[in-house]
C-alpha cells in the first residue's frame, strides 16, 4: 500500500514540475499581451515615419525605393497583421 502511495504521489510531483512551464507562460500571458501592444504601437510609429519619408522622397525629390526600404517595410506590414490577430 505504501508502494503505490509513493507511486501516486511521485506521479503528481512529475506532473506538476512538467506544467510548471505552462502555468508560468499562462500566468505571465497578460503581461506578454501588454508588452506586445506596447512594442506594436512603437513599431507602427516606426513603420509610419519611414513610410512617410520614403514616400515624400520618391515623389518630391524623385527617389528612387531601394529593395532594402520595400522589403523592410514589408516585413514590417506582415509583423503588423500577425500581431492584431493575436491580439
Known amino acids: 500500500m505504501a508502494d503505490i502511495a509513493n507511486n501516486v504521489f511521485g506521479?503528481?510531483?512529475t506532473c506538476w514540475d512538467?506544467?510548471?512551464?505552462?502555468r508560468r507562460y499562462i500566468k505571465s500571458l497578460g503581461d506578454n499581451l501588454t508588452a506586445?501592444?506596447?512594442k506594436m504601437a512603437d513599431l507602427r510609429c516606426a513603420y509610419?515615419?519611414?513610410n512617410r519619408l520614403v514616400s515624400t522622397?520618391?515623389?518630391?525629390?524623385r527617389w528612387i525605393r531601394t529593395p532594402i526600404t520595400d522589403g523592410w517595410l514589408q516585413r514590417?506590414?506582415?509583423h503588423r497583421k500577425e500581431a492584431e490577430e493575436i491580439l
Open 36 to 38: 506586445l501592444e506596447s
Open 48 to 50: 509610419d515615419n519611414v
Open 18 to 22: 512538467r506544467t510548471a512551464n505552462y
Open 11 to 13: 506521479a503528481c510531483l
Open 57 to 61: 522622397a520618391e515623389k518630391g525629390e
Open 76 to 78: 514590417v506590414e506582415t
